[in-house]
């Protein structure tokens, strides 16, 4: 799947981050801040946060800013004034700074929003750093032809990816039996249909092991986020839909696994902390210091693992069927969930509610193929626009 870099060697690599205010993209810098002289920000983009992103900017001295929300370009531009940063603004805005060369990319927006700021990125060839695992699951074989088309590397920056990704034997894939997905769990992992009923968007929010953005917080609550993750390892790496599995592993210690035809399951570990599978990317195909907390398998103790229970959690029983399917299923279930989880952290709706919206749109659009992006634009907007009906 992945070539070298052109110039492994050369350092300062150049690096566009995408979504830079978020987890992923504040993990990203950190790394950066810790390593001057290996990494040149030229291009940093927010959707909203005008304060952290003009910090950002002031201290990274990137060539150019992009603000998502147009209407904060004036803010932005005044936080800056006296600096040479260029600033953009609006969708196009962020879409110029994926365009605008540059070595590395951080595809840390979230939600299929990202799509076109990641795609402007690829189709210049450039070697991404993938987080944004929704445009891979909305857009499948669209995005990896495009990747395969303009020359791109793609780096999984996820950390169930990015373990396959160190343990995989690329040039022997028939050798591979299964891939194995760890989840914890998420927060609600021990609670019945009738506890998950209550839950508020506060308690859904808080992680037992990781600090992430809202949305894929919720989507480990509720397990919709391991089943777009199965579908980002489908369109990843060279495996059918039957040989991922999914495991789950509260202690997120083992961030996922390869079993071989000879009996041999090759596992990557460490502690929970989004730097280490960063780094990987960052660094690739070299390695590089992090702060974060060595493993000690001792203070550990223990590693437990159960298989998901798909009656109370049906979100990844719908998105396993939806990869099953093929087509547009999986551009559906995206969208869907993407409103559903907005109407949830908005308090519109139960938890819940957030899988039956999901299967309820499933249902009505039924299954066709996608065609192309107009016809991946349409689909997207019918399935948001099913879904944001049902929110009542
Ligand atoms: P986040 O909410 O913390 O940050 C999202 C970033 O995207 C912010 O910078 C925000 O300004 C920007 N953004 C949001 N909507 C935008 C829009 N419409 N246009 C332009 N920019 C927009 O999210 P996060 O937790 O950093 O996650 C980012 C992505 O990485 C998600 O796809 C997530 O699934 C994936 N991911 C995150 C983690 C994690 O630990 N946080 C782990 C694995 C994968
Ligand atoms: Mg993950």
């Known amino acids: 799947?992945?070539?070298?870099?052109?110039?492994?060697?050369?350092?300062?690599?150049?690096?566009?981050?995408?979504?830079?205010?978020?987890?992923?993209?504040?993990?990203?810098?950190?790394?950066?801040?810790?390593?001057?002289?290996?990494?040149?920000?030229?291009?940093?983009?927010?959707?909203?946060?005008?304060?952290?992103?003009?910090?950002?900017?002031?201290?990274?001295?990137?060539?150019?800013?992009?603000?998502?929300?147009?209407?904060?370009?004036?803010?932005?531009?005044?936080?800056?004034?006296?600096?040479?940063?260029?600033?953009?603004?609006?969708?196009?805005?962020?879409?110029?700074?994926?365009?605008?060369?540059?070595?590395?990319?951080?595809?840390?927006?979230?939600?299929?929003?990202?799509?076109?700021?990641?795609?402007?990125?690829?189709?210049?060839?450039?070697?991404?750093?993938?987080?944004?695992?929704?445009?891979?699951?909305?857009a499948g074989e669209l995005f990896v032809r495009e990747v395969g088309k303009f020359g791109a590397t793609l780096l999984p920056v996820d950390s169930e990816h990015n373990a396959i990704f160190q343990v995989f034997d690329f040039d022997h894939p028939e050798r591979v039996e299964k891939i194995i997905l760890t989840a914890s769990g998420g927060p609600f992992r021990s609670l019945s249909r009738e506890e998950m009923a209550r839950v508020t968007p506060a308690q859904a929010v808080k992680h037992p092991n990781w600090s992430m953005g809202a949305k894929i917080s919720i989507d480990s609550a509720t397990l919709m986020n391991k089943g777009l993750e199965a579908i980002e390892a489908f369109h990843l790496f060279p495996v059918e839909a039957g040989q991922i599995d999914v495991l789950v592993h509260p202690q997120s210690v083992i961030h996922s696994m390869v079993s071989y035809v000879d009996g041999s399951v090759l596992a990557q570990l460490g502690s929970p902390d989004m730097r280490t599978p960063i780094a990987h990317t960052l660094a690739w195909p070299d390695r590089m210091e992090t702060p974060v907390n060595r493993l000690n398998l001792s203070e550990v103790s223990?590693?437990?693992?159960?298989?998901?229970?798909?009656?109370?959690?049906?979100?990844?029983?719908?998105?396993?069927?939806?990869?099953?399917?093929?087509?547009?299923?999986?551009?559906?279930?995206?969208?869907?969930?993407?409103?559903?989880?907005?109407?949830?952290?908005?308090?519109?709706?139960?938890?819940?509610?957030?899988?039956?919206?999901?299967?309820?749109?499933?249902?009505?659009?039924?299954?066709?193929?996608?065609?192309?992006?107009?016809?991946?634009?349409?689909?997207?907007?019918?399935?948001?626009?099913?879904?944001?009906?049902?929110?009542?």
């Open 302 to 392: 223990r590693l437990d693992f159960e298989q998901p229970d798909l009656e109370r959690f049906p979100a990844l029983r719908l998105a396993r069927e939806a990869l099953q399917t093929g087509g547009c299923a999986p551009t559906i279930l995206n969208a869907a969930n993407e409103v559903a989880v907005e109407g949830f952290l908005q308090s519109r709706i139960a938890f819940l509610k957030i899988p039956q919206i999901v299967q309820t749109v499933l249902e009505r659009m039924g299954t066709r193929p996608l065609r192309g992006w107009d016809d991946l634009e349409q689909i997207d907007a019918e399935a948001r626009s099913h879904a944001t009906a049902l929110l009542g």
């Open 1 to 138: 799947m992945a070539e070298p870099l052109n110039k492994p060697d050369l350092l300062p690599r150049t690096l566009t981050l995408l979504g830079s205010t978020g987890s992923i993209g504040c993990s990203t810098l950190d790394l950066v801040a810790r390593n001057p002289g290996a990494y040149e920000v030229i291009a940093l983009t927010a959707m909203s946060n005008v304060a952290l992103l003009a910090e950002q900017a002031r201290r990274f001295r990137p060539r150019m800013v992009a603000i998502g929300d147009a209407a904060r370009y004036q803010e932005l531009k005044d936080a800056l004034a006296g600096t040479n940063v260029a600033v953009l603004a609006g969708p196009q805005g962020v879409v110029e700074a994926a365009t605008h060369p540059s070595d590395w990319v951080m595809a840390g927006i979230v939600g299929s929003a990202g799509l076109w700021p990641t795609l402007a990125a690829v189709r210049r060839g450039a070697t991404v750093a993938l987080a944004n695992k929704e445009c891979l699951v909305c």
